[in-house]
């Protein structure tokens, strides 16, 4: 019993072992950053630093740049992927399941073979570092659909026939019934696309200009380390910022992570 | 069924149909503007030459142009590197993560934090892990002197330990989701299964080996597809550490950062487009390959 937990513990150690001695390091004064053996505890915490990092490392525009990029895609994919899904589970139309397949070959087709096109039709729209450019290519969602509609189709027909007796159309079904029962899949997904939108790199990368207008947490850290090269301590603490509404995120959406991640992995 | 009743169905039926597509437009015009026809166009572009001055109209090539960079000792190479990478993190991010998954597959006091620890780095994102994992390779500030290693040039300019160096960042950053799969695959696995093979007469090895691996075939294919894509998207991280002017580059360009130079840096989206197409077609023929291959040796169910 006791090995286990030891076993347990150490993994746990390795896991967090980076993340810890990043936290670490971020407290540290800068002098003390270039000491062997390297601190493995912050003797005197300088807070200070995240408050360089905050203010100086104009992260707390890059937060809010994130935060907006985000909800605008998470919103998006989840609207398309209601509206998709629900269509596919409750409407009959001829070619329905080809364009099921349709949807589910976007998941084939990776972001590198996309990128340089879209690159093209971004700026040619004059969406180039704008919100816009920064979303529009991801707000619908292959997977989103494939996973909605698995829950719509748990729906069980007496509910969907029982509705319609009394009289319910097909919003008010979507709406007071459909999306409310499959709660958990939808939250699943809400949870995946932000986790994605989120930590979006290279398309930001492309998109972006060299101003503060769009630019995300991502490249806004790309930029810390060009910036502070010797204020490592200052790079770490927004390093810390950056991931911390994530790890919250994981805290408190832990099922729903979970949920999504292995749509796929479980017959 | 009175004829009204009949009459009346047909437009409803139209009226279902139309609704049907309605709904579907808002994904597939996403879809259709930024999805199939870049896709469509990046073939396109694989047949033309840029020129080497912007303003200039590239010409038509053909596939000469296909056939030049394929043969070219750049993208070779990378396609070496690719692979190395692909190696190197699959088979070390499944295992450990398994090896995880079956530590904390307990009913044990306090094994819901565990569980979070364990699936923490699933929520990094490439900035984050580049530069942690960036301080920590640091040759001044780093620890990595502190453990003995201090290799010269230091191991994120070295041309041979900057791409192990990357692999074990991103093994690290594949850790949460390989054990959030692999766990998931246990827990399908049901207990009265495992608690016959012990009744007769399986030690916990050999229960594990003969019993629960084949179980969860589903799960690792799963898991080794899902680790191949994730190893041949990686590109954020040697962005940040590495950088395309460092003295490694050419040691970690692997493909789909031989894509972003090409197209952002040189400046050449004919070639950068027949480059995407190569690590394209390479993702898909894997993950068929995995699919005929390995599901012919995945037992489902019992």
């Keep these: 019993m006791a090995v286990r937990y030891l076993l347990l513990t150490v993994g746990a150690l390795i896991v967090l072992l980076p993340l810890y001695l990043t936290v670490v390091n971020s407290l540290l004064p800068e002098p003390a950053l270039a000491h062997q053996p390297p601190y493995l505890y912050p003797p005197h915490p300088q807070w200070v630093d995240y408050s360089t990092a905050w203010a100086g490392g104009s992260l707390s525009i890059y937060l809010r740049n994130s935060a907006v990029q985000t909800a605008i895609i998470v919103v998006g994919q989840l609207v398309t992927s209601i509206l998709a899904a629900y269509s596919f589970a409750f409407l009959r139309f001829p070619f329905r399941r080809t364009l099921f397949v349709v949807f589910l070959s976007t998941l084939m087709i990776p972001f590198e073979v996309t990128l340089i096109t879209n690159l093209d039709t971004i700026t040619s729209l004059g969406w180039y570092n704008s919100f816009a450019g920064l979303t529009v290519p991801f707000l619908a969602s292959g997977f989103g659909t494939f996973l909605l509609r698995q829950a719509f189709l748990q729906i069980p027909r007496d509910l969907r026939e029982a509705a319609a007796l009394d009289g319910y159309g097909h919003w008010r079904f979507m709406t007071r019934v459909a999306v409310p029962l499959a709660r958990p899949s939808v939250a699943a997904l809400a949870v995946f ?46 390093t810390v910022i950056a991931v911390a509404p994530l790890l919250l995120l994981l805290v408190v959406f832990q099922k729903q992570l979970v949920r999504s991640l292995t749509a796929g992995a479980v017959k | 069924m009175s004829p009204e009743g009949i009459v ?112 923490s780095t699933v929520v990094s994102s490439v900035a984050v892990a580049a530069l942690v994992f960036g301080t920590l390779m640091n040759p001044v500030v780093g620890f990595l002197p502190w453990l003995g290693i201090n290799p010269h040039p230091p191991i994120l300019e070295n041309t041979t330990w900057a791409l192990p160096a990357v692999a074990v960042m991103a093994t690290w950053q594949f850790l949460g989701l390989s054990f959030i799969i692999m766990s998931a695959g246990l827990s399908s696995i049901p207990e009265e299964v495992l608690e016959a093979a012990k009744v007769d007469g399986a030690t916990s090895w050999s229960a594990f080996w003969r019993v629960t691996v084949p179980l969860l075939s589903p799960t690792l294919f799963f898991g080794v597809v899902v680790a191949t894509i994730y190893a041949f998207q990686t590109f954020g991280q040697i962005d940040i550490l590495i950088g395309s002017q460092n003295a490694a580059y050419e040691h970690v360009n692997v493909l789909i950062y031989n894509v972003y130079t090409t197209l952002q840096i040189n400046g050449n989206p004919g070639r950068a487009a027949v480059l995407s197409i190569a690590l394209f077609l390479l993702t898909l023929t894997l993950t068929l390959l995995q699919l005929r291959f390995l599901e012919r040796r995945v037992s489902y169910g019992i």
């Design chain 1, 193 to 238: 696309s932000f986790l994605g939108a989120w930590n979006q790199y290279l398309w930001p990368l492309v998109v972006t200009g060299n101003n503060n207008a769009v630019r995300t947490v991502q490249i806004g850290l790309k930029l810390l380390v060009g910036n502070n090269v010797s204020s490592v301590d200052v790079t770490l603490a927004g």
């Design chain 2, 8 to 119: 009346s169905r047909r437009p409803r039926r139209v009226q279902e149909a139309l609704l049907g597509y309605l709904l579907l437009v808002p994904a597939l015009l996403v879809f259709g503007v930024f999805v199939f026809y870049p896709f469509l166009r990046n073939f396109k572009l694989a047949l033309y030459q840029t020129p080497p001055f912007p303003g200039l109209p590239s010409h038509y090539v053909g596939l000469h142009q296909v056939g030049e960079v394929l043969t070219s000792s750049n993208f070779l190479q990378s396609l070496l590197t690719t692979i190395l990478f692909v190696v190197m993190v699959v088979p070390a991010g499944l295992l450990l993560g398994l090896f995880l998954a079956v530590a904390a597959h307990r009913h044990l006091r306090g094994i819901a934090v565990y569980r979070i620890i364990f699936s």
